[in-house]
């Protein structure tokens, strides 16, 4: 966790996964490195439930300010942690979602060349720059109905 305070992640993990599956609600679950490696069984009850396991960094640092150096050992952070969720559940993460959202710009070459790399074929920040996007019906590749969007609402995105 990046903060002090203490909590219980797999408990907190398992009352996530029951309401989800109350309401047959898939999710994608980002998690940073250190907690696949800590907790290893928690990313197998995710995948197991039918969830995405996408990665959020390693350490839940801000990538933004990552030196030369520090983007190396990035670099070196997440290709041990996808083996590591390749072999607990038998798929390697293909979606990222940065730590602080790579703000203030949101973008940054280096590491969207990382992730390239890597094979990330979607980053959750990227391009979405205000929450009425979230809304746009052409935004995410959902199957089956989607919900109608006020005109009030789209006239301002």
Do not use: C, K
């Not at 029951?18 to 309401?23: G, M």
């Not at 030369?68 to 293909?94: K, N, Q, Y």
Request: proline share 8%; aromatic share 10%; no cysteine.
């Amino acid at each position: 966790m990046p903060h002090d305070a203490p909590y219980d992640v797999v408990s907190a993990g398992r009352r996530i996964l029951d309401r989800l599956a109350e309401f047959g609600a898939p999710a994608v679950f980002f998690v940073v490195g250190r907690l696949a490696e800590e907790h290893p069984e928690l990313i197998g009850e995710i995948a197991q439930a039918g969830h995405e396991i996408g990665l959020h960094g390693y350490d839940h640092d801000d990538l933004a300010f990552y030196d030369a150096e520090r983007l190396s050992a990035l670099d070196r952070d997440l290709a041990r942690v996808e083996t590591l969720i390749s072999d607990i559940t038998g798929s390697r993460p293909v979606g990222f979602r940065a730590p602080y959202l790579l703000g203030p710009r949101f973008y940054r070459r280096e590491v969207y060349d990382l992730l390239a790399d890597h094979g990330y074929r979607w980053v959750s920040n990227r391009e979405i720059r205000y929450p009425v996007e979230l809304l746009r019906p052409d935004r995410l590749p959902w199957p089956g109905p989607r919900r109608q969007i006020p005109a009030a609402v789209t006239a301002r995105g």
